[in-house]
């Protein structure tokens, strides 16, 4: 299971932080979240056991609210800016920690801090992609924030490479086996570059850090326009990020060097400006020509994954009850889309999903 620090500051997120270590603790295991409220004992030093803590995390969670840049210590200054201030000393330590990954988590619609506003030492924060956890879609944002938690389930990392003996016994023997492996693949490949080049190959071309990335759309991977508009009066809200991947040999939708990028925009359904109950739309965009969906669903208190279904390109499907599933509606562009009333115009190519807080658990190319 990954193991998670949460960062926060009790007097602007300390609810959703107390909330999320409930959520994430009954997903991962409570001993797997590290929350200082509950995981430190009176009389340890505070400092040192924040150190220890992040020393055995593999993903940091930062809790930014709207108050986190304001709240001022007893000398009137932003508590922030006083260099013994425990959230910063969390960040720093988090930040220059090279096995931790830190993603900012933006509490119900704050601002993300800029390098100016922060002490130096923790100016890279603004760099980092953010994630929005919002009250009002509370069981969609943690859905995706928990499956984003899950790919850092590195057993073997924490086995191997955080027991220092057990790496220097182990180097020669893995060192002599990934030798073999290279003459054996290069070998079999005619002395042609081996999978594991040309997976490298492909994600130092599109720049991603790791064999699987969530972040922002790059141009040319979403063509659906994040314009400010209003619909009867209602603000249409935009959550872009994309899924991308190298593999090889390339899968169903991929480019030729083995690169694939899904991208699914969270917006407003129907739902907000009508009584179908259907306020969320997920816009998917992919090259793919079928697409393989799962959702999930809050239901008595459990999540319930519904069951997955083919989606083609200009597709509308829409949650049908609780738990009864997802059916196709509608085709985009037919005579019938406008009475359902969809704030947007979403692309031809794109897989629209109407629901109320369901959440995306999977979007696989099929073909």
Same mark, same amino acid.
């Given at each position: ?60 969670? /930062? ?23 425990? /959230? ?40 980092? @992609? ?70 490298? @190959? ?5 720049? %991603?850090?790791?064999?699987? /990335? ?85 239901? %008595? ?67």
């Amino acid at each position: 299971m990954p193991r998670i620090f949460i960062s926060y500051r009790r007097e602007d997120t300390g609810p959703t932080a107390g909330r999320l270590a409930d959520a994430l603790g009954g997903r991962f295991g409570r001993s797997n979240v590290f929350i200082d409220i509950d995981a430190i004992e009176p009389g340890v030093d505070f400092e040192q056991r924040i150190r220890s803590a992040l020393d055995e995390c593999e993903l940091a969670l /930062v809790l930014i609210g709207k108050r986190w840049l304001t709240i001022e210590g007893d000398d009137g200054q932003p508590r922030i800016s006083a260099e013994g201030d425990l /959230v910063r000393l969390e960040i720093q330590t988090a930040l220059d920690h090279p096995d931790v990954t830190v993603v900012p988590i933006l509490v119900d619609g704050a601002a993300m801090p800029s390098a100016a506003e922060v002490p130096p030492e923790i100016a890279s924060l603004s760099k980092y @992609n953010a994630f929005d956890l919002t009250t009002k879609r509370w069981q969609y944002d943690l859905a995706q924030l928990t499956r984003f938690s899950e790919r850092f389930d590195r057993w073997w990392w924490r086995l191997v490479f955080r027991t220092p003996r057990l790496v220097l016994r182990l180097a020669p023997l893995v060192a002599v086996a990934l030798a073999g492996a290279v003459g054996v693949a290069v070998a079999s490949s005619g002395g042609g570059p081996d999978r594991a080049t040309r997976i490298a @190959n492909c994600e130092r071309t599109h720049g %991603m850090p790791s064999a699987q /990335v969530t972040r922002p759309p790059r141009p040319g991977e979403t063509s659906f326009a994040r314009a400010e508009v209003q619909v009867s009066g209602t603000q249409v809200e935009f959550q872009q990020q994309t899924f991308a991947t190298c593999t090889w040999p390339p899968a169903p939708g991929a480019d030729a060097d083995g690169y694939r990028a899904i991208t699914v925009a969270f917006t407003n359904g129907p739902g907000v400006i009508d009584a179908s109950g259907r306020d969320a739309a997920d816009v998917i965009e992919s090259p793919c020509k079928s697409l393989e969906l799962v959702y999930a669903t809050e239901f %008595m208190g459990e999540q319930k994954l519904l069951p997955p279904f083919t989606a083609h390109p200009g597709d509308i499907w829409a949650a049908s009850g609780t738990v009864a599933g997802i059916s196709l509606i509608d085709h985009i562009g037919s005579s019938t889309e406008a009475q359902l009333h969809i704030p947007f115009y979403p692309p031809t190519n794109a897989v629209v999903v109407l629901h109320s807080q369901h959440a995306l658990q999977r979007a696989r190319c099929l073909a």
